[in-house]
């Protein structure tokens, strides 16, 4: 299980190249890129793109890249020729209006803008690619052990709440016949004083304590409650793949049962645990939004 944010750097260099990378990531649904990289890589953006998806499913990464070319540039001088030819006859145009001495100077035609264009050699960039992917797979690693290590101070906390929120599903569980049994005892203390010493029908206080028992019963949903932690756990334990959306899903049922079993209860004390469970879950949901 990994967490969303993590820092991880790469640093390669041959007898041609200088290459460093830094790549940075915070929470973010999806996956997002702001690669920040010399112009003369931008035929490469792509390669590091899919390089990173393969790793990464989830978060904002910032993956800044340092380049070097070491090598002595290997350049091409490219002559426009009708462009020089057009400058020349309009030079000895020229010339010949205004009565002027002919440009006899191949220097003054080649200062003429884009007569002679210097353009990199097709193979400029050779062997570039293999050094940026090394470099590359160098941070990946760091910036994942980080994300992973993460994780694990993660799931470390997720076990220590669900521990808790255990013991508290197991604190409510216990109240529900004592909660009918405190229904049963105002029911016939309210029997006797509106009949005032008159027989009471113990077979209709039986029937509205069975009545009422079936309404406040919650068993449902702690049984469902005690199931989500338990996919929590499982899910934790073997994170075939990311596992952040699976989590908050959880959460979210988590809270739909914990409200429904304090609505059910209707009683003072499973009302207080309720909040306390609710807390802890808030805790646990804001730190999942952390986790790839």
Not at 75 to 90: C, G, N, S, T
Request: proline share 3%; hydrophobic share 40%.
């Amino acid at each position: 299980m990994r967490s969303m944010t993590g820092f991880g750097t790469g640093l390669s260099e041959t007898d041609d190249y200088r290459v460093a990378i830094e790549i940075k990531a915070v929470n973010q649904r999806y996956l997002d890129f702001d690669i920040r990289a010399p112009h003369v890589l931008d035929s490469l953006v792509e390669t590091i793109k899919a390089k990173v998806k393969e790793c990464v499913s989830r978060g904002k990464l910032t993956i800044s890249v340092q380049f070097l070319d070491k090598r002595e540039h290997v350049r091409e001088i490219r002559l426009d020729k009708p462009l020089a030819i057009a400058y020349h006859k309009a030079l000895n145009e020229m010339s010949d209006l205004l009565h002027l001495p002919r440009p006899d100077k191949v220097q003054i035609i080649s200062s003429y803008p884009g007569v002679l264009t210097a353009v990199e050699a097709k193979d400029a960039l050779e062997g570039a690619d293999a050094v940026l992917l090394s470099t590359l797979e160098q941070a990946l690693r760091q910036f994942i052990e980080m994300r992973e290590k993460e994780g694990d101070n993660l799931k470390k906390d997720f076990l220590k709440r669900l521990d808790l929120l255990s013991g508290y599903v197991d604190e409510v569980a216990a109240l529900g016949p004592e909660i009918v049994k405190q229904y049963r005892e105002r029911l016939e203390a309210t029997v006797k004083e509106a009949l005032a010493g008159a027989e009471i029908d113990e077979a209709r206080i039986i029937q509205e304590t069975a009545i009422y028992s079936d309404r406040v019963n919650f068993t449902e949903e702690i049984v469902r409650l005690r199931s989500h932690f338990e996919q929590f756990r499982t899910i934790m334990a073997n994170p075939d793949a990311p596992v952040g959306r699976k989590l908050d899903f959880l959460i979210q049922e988590m809270n739909r049962e914990v409200n429904t079993t304090a609505s059910k209860a209707n009683n003072i004390r499973a009302a207080q645990i309720a909040v306390d469970m609710k807390s802890e879950i808030e805790k646990l949901r804001e730190q999942v939004q952390n986790i790839e």
